[in-house]
């Protein structure tokens, strides 16, 4: 209850300085200690003990790890980090969309730079070495005025993979100039191989260290299917699907829909699920394997199961933290525990994929598994 209320007074407050506060909250010790619960999955070489995570762009460089343990996520991911510190672009730069339950944001990669992240992230892994039980996803990114953007990926795999259980290639933030035309096959070959070469030339290389790639929603199908196969032939280990987008729905309520900027929360729910549910079936078609982070709109138990439905073996949010709190992770176990007990499923992993058509999804996800026809 408690909780519910700070959050509610939180919101009030300019959604940027609302975001400082809640991480100098955290820094100081005040967020809720929640009993273990989770949900565990294993993909390839990752053990997660929960298959829910926190969305980069929350703790951008990297100063709250060590808290979001304590809200029963299973892993989080840090950044986007950029070599060099940026402020990103003026302020007011984040919108909170209260009657569509959304977020517009043109941060544009504002952050500390590599150097500061590097420190933070040596002294949490001091305490919490790699292999430990929560994960940890390190999200890099360009400078926007870099005058080599393909070595900027280079200097911060080669810097930062150590800390790293996954690096995450952002080529699909909309607030840096072009960054999503590294999505076209020519560039994003070129820049999977300088993050390549950046980990194979760090201190403690690790050949095996998967790399994700995070995508835009805002593709047609074709760029999709070149981009998975490029991801395929390259070895990536998977795709988060997806940033945020620069659509609008036409029946968005809040007089902020109009601002520039990616959209998140529940209106992306659709549009990045459908992507999620097209590259799941084009992995599963051509016997790829790459694994599946979803994103974009969760914000319960249903939303979460459909995301599992359609391909997903991970899940990550950040808008519903803003909405929903900090107990927002332990909600969506609770319930998915409970539909797992309703649909007989003992193991999540034996219900990722099953599903082709978000729809249906959504139709098991509220009436259980009983009426559906395969
Ligand atoms: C304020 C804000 C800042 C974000 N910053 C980043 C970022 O730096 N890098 C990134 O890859 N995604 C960033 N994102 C996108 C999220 O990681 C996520 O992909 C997107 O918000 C969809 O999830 P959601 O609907 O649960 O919020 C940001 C999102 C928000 C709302």
Redesign the pocket.
């Known amino acids: 209850m408690i909780w519910k209320f700070i959050t509610f007074f939180v919101r009030r407050l300019d959604p940027e300085i609302a975001h400082k506060i809640t991480i100098k909250f955290f820094k100081l010790g005040l967020h809720p200690r929640l009993n273990k619960i989770g949900i565990p999955i294993n993909i390839g070489n990752l053990i997660f003990k929960n298959f829910i995570g926190v969305?980069?762009?929350f703790d951008?460089n990297a100063e709250v790890i060590n808290k979001i343990h304590f809200l029963n996520f299973g892993f989080t991911e840090v950044?986007?980090i950029t070599p060099m510190p940026q402020y990103g672009n003026p302020k007011p730069r984040?919108f909170r969309l209260e009657k569509d339950r959304a977020?517009i944001?043109r941060?544009g990669?504002n952050n500390l730079g590599m150097l500061q992240a590097s420190k933070k992230l040596e002294d949490y892994r001091k305490k919490f070495p790699i292999g430990s039980s929560f994960l940890v996803g390190i999200?890099i990114g360009p400078n926007k005025d870099s005058e080599d953007r393909f070595s900027d990926y280079k200097v911060l795999a080669k810097n930062l993979s150590k800390f790293a259980d996954y690096i995450s290639i952002?080529v699909s933030?909309p607030n840096t100039p072009n960054l999503r035309e590294f999505q076209n096959k020519e560039n994003l070959e070129k820049v999977i191989n300088f993050v390549k070469d950046g980990i194979a030339t760090s201190k403690t290389f690790n050949k095996k260290l998967p790399i994700f790639l995070?995508i835009a929603p805002d593709i047609n199908y074709q760029t999709l299917k070149s981009i998975i196969e490029t991801a395929h032939s390259q070895k990536i280990f998977g795709l988060i699907i997806?940033?945020?987008t620069l659509d609008r729905e036409r029946n968005l309520k809040s007089k902020k829909s109009k601002e520039l900027g990616g959209l998140?929360?529940k209106p992306?729910f659709k549009k990045s699920t459908d992507i999620l549910s097209q590259a799941n079936k084009i992995i599963k078609n051509n016997n790829y394997k790459l694994f599946l982070i979803a994103?974009?709109?969760?914000s319960d138990s249903k939303t979460a199961y459909v995301k599992i439905l359609c391909g997903a073996h991970l899940v990550?949010?950040?808008?519903?933290l803003t909405f929903e709190g900090p107990l927002v992770a332990n909600q969506i176990i609770s319930g998915i525990l409970k539909l797992m007990k309703r649909d007989k499923i003992e193991n999540i992993i034996d219900i990722v994929g099953v599903i082709d058509n978000p729809k249906e999804a959504m139709s098991v996800a509220i009436n259980g598994f009983k009426n559906y026809k395969s």
């Open positions: 969305a980069a762009g951008k950044g986007t984040v977020i944001n941060n990669f999200n952002n933030s995070k997806s940033n945020t998140s929360g992306l994103a974009g709109g969760v990550q949010l950040y808008s519903s």
